[in-house]
């Protein structure tokens, strides 16, 4: 078992910046890839970014490849999305998820966390 929780997310102005953090409980966090998703109101969670067990391969989505960066630290157990150059169609309750592998379907990822909320004002 395995719980995430999210921290770091809040109100922005466009272009902004954010760092979302997300802890992960259990001692088998490095075996997981882990995984960056969003929903925003009114529409289905889309994948943001997924990272590999090691940190050494990461995928993003076309709408944030350029702006959003996904690493982790094994270490401390936490995965994190730093988000530059924000735009109003970014805001979003934001979930990390870990799973077997990256994949961009959320379908491929057994846990969740709870979600943060990411609001990027005009």
């Known amino acids: 078992q395995v719980q995430l929780i999210e921290s770091g997310g809040g109100l922005v102005q466009a272009g902004g910046s954010l760092r979302l953090s997300c802890a992960a409980s259990g001692r088998t966090f490095s075996r997981y890839a882990m995984g960056w998703f969003r929903q925003a109101p009114g529409k289905e969670r889309e994948f943001v970014a997924t990272i590999g067990w090691s940190g050494g391969s990461t995928y993003y989505a076309d709408s944030v490849k350029g702006r959003f960066t996904i690493s982790r630290d094994n270490a401390k157990n936490t995965v994190y999305l730093q988000m530059i150059s924000l735009k109003p169609e970014d805001t979003a309750v934001y979930y990390c998820?870990?799973?077997?592998?990256?994949?961009?379907?959320?379908?491929?990822?057994?846990?969740w966390g709870q979600g943060t909320q990411v609001t990027v004002s005009s």
């Open positions: 998820a870990s799973g077997r592998y990256t994949d961009y379907a959320p379908k491929s990822y057994v846990y």
